[in-house]
Each structure stands twice: as C-alpha cells, then as structure tokens.
C-alpha cells in the first residue's frame, strides 16, 4: 500500500497469485450477530473472512455471505467441525457448490476439547483437495515439518496454531513459529490463539504474513474496538519487521554523545566521577 | 411419498422425490448459497432437479453460517 500517504515497504499480501492489502483475515465465530460482525469487519480492513458450512435453518434470518459482501469482504469457506479427512473433504466440495470458490480454509481436528488438528487425517485431506484443484490453506499445529509437509503437497499457505482456538494463549512456541518461516515459501498465516493486540503485532514481527482471527474480536467486551486495534497491531507489527529492529543486549547504549561533555566536577574533593576508582562490594565469604 | 432424513429428521418428500423438492422442504426456498448430499456425496447444483431421491438416504442441505477460528 505505497498510496498518497508515501507509505512505501508496504507490499501486498500475495496467496495463491491473488494479492491482498490487509494481512488480517477475520474469521465470523463467536459474533453477537450479523450486525456487529459487519461492523468489526469494516474496521478490521479485512478482506477475506471465514465461513462454516452448516444445515440450513429455516428460522434463522439474514445471509453471511451477503452482510460480509456489503462490508466488502469475500467468504473463505472452512471445514470447521470436521475429525475426519473424508468429511473435510466432502465439506469442501460442499462449500465449493455453494459458493462458487475452490479456496478452503482446511480444519481437521483431533479432539473437541483441544481442537488441535489431527496430522495424518489433515495432510491425507490436504493432499486430495489440492488434486481436485483446491486452494488449500491448512489450519496446521505448530510443527515445523508437518508444515513442510503440507506446503510440499501444494498448499497455498501453512496457518500454525499460536496456542488452541479461543485459548487467548498467544503465541506458545514462538521457536516452533520462527522455524516454520524460515522455511516456508508460501504465505505463513498465524492462525488461532491470538487474545490482544500484542500477540498480533509479535507474530507479524517474527515474520507472519498475516494474522487469521476471530474470537479475540468477537468475543472481546467491544468487538468493533478490538477490530480497530488488530488491525493498528497487525500493520504496525509488519512495518516493523520491515524496519529493521534494533538488536537486543546486555548493557545499554548511550543515545546521546559522548563528545563535548562539559567539565563539571571541579569543586568535588573526589574529583570526577568517571576517574574514581571502583570500590567493589567485599564478596562474601 | 419418499421418506429420507433430511438434515437428521425423517421427512416425507412429495412425487418425484429429488434433491431440489428437498432443498425446498429444507427450507431453502431460492437454493441461493445452498449445497446439498445425498449420503456423503456432494450433488452439484445444475443436477438437483435430474436427481432422485430414494427412501431412507440421507440429504443434507447446508448453508454457510458463522464460524471460523
């Protein structure tokens, strides 16, 4: 987005060959309704946002799809729900029909008190869809090779886990996190775990391509507030990295010049302080 | 009539029984946004009106909703 405001460095998120402004991805669960959603939607600048595919409820009124597209946002179908890759991948297929995009934001879980994805059943559905012409964007654990393994089967983006859905745990291996980066040659899209905005902003600063999100907004005491704040962090953390930190260490480091330092100590019996000899503590027996 | 489970509830699809007579009685009258499975296997849309139903299959008929990590 180098626009009028000069602001250069700040590429375009790029997945499978479509370029994206925003480097946060909203994902709709936990949402009051659909009023708040597409309020937080609007302020988060997202332009993709996850759906789920569900039965149809013939008393339930207003459609996703369209709230999210008079925000200005496109639907990104997941397979949220599915154990297993044959229901993954039917799931898929199902969203497919409905909404005319072969992008799927693939989950597998292992169990319904961690839903932590289940390796083997996601790799297995991960390599069927990518066959059939999928766009596949793994929600994935923070494994390293699995990682690997994913991206070398044709996926368009690894999405680790930060800590467990809705957990608010930030990021719990930030080394797993760093090697899954250096690695990658897809996007790298931390997904799920995020709890505020600093979680966001350290996991654009290790180096993430961007930030999938949901819970952290919509179930935040002021959703349409923490969209606003994600998307500052998620900005700032990303322009950050592209500055350039300064590295940590030890000792301090004066900012201010050493040269032209007056003289002032003159009237001190002790005489100035840097030419004193140090008195070290006696060490303790 | 043809009784399927339609979305986990048996019900009593009127003559001829196909995918898209289920959409409606789904209650998904325009079949906008909608996909459908008859017993696991995804049946595209340009095919529900040729498809016919049989007693006892399982149609399930889904929409996209909320949801998403």
Known sequence: MSGPDGREGRAALEIAGRALESRLILGTGGFRNLQVMAEAARESGAELATVAMRRVDPSARGSIVEVLEEAGLEVLPNTAGCFTAREAVTTAKLARDALETDWVKLEVIGDDRTL??????LLVA?????????????YTSD???????????GCAAVM???????????????YNLRLIIEQARVPVILDAGVGTASDAALAMEAGCDAVLLASAISRAADPVAMARAMRKAIEAGYEARAAGRIPRRLYAQASSPEEGLPELAAGDPQ?????RETERAPSRP | MTVVTLNGEPRELREPATVEIAVLAAGAPDGRGVAVAVDGEVVPRGEWATTAVRDGQQVE???AVQGGA
Request: hydrophobic share 40%; charged share 25%; glycine share 12%.
């Open chain 1, 116 to 121: 932590l994805p289940d390796p083997a059943e």
């Open chain 1, 143 to 153: 494994d390293p090779i699995l990682a690997r393994r994913l991206e070398d089967a």
């Open chain 1, 126 to 138: 991960a390599e069927e869809l990518v066959a059939d012409g999928f766009t596949v964007l793994p």
């Open chain 1, 271 to 275: 005489g100035p302080a840097h030419e």
């Open chain 1, 160 to 174: 680790p886990l930060g800590s467990p859905i809705g957990s608010g745990m930030g990021i719990n291996n930030p």
């Open chain 2, 61 to 63: 008929v889904l929409r």
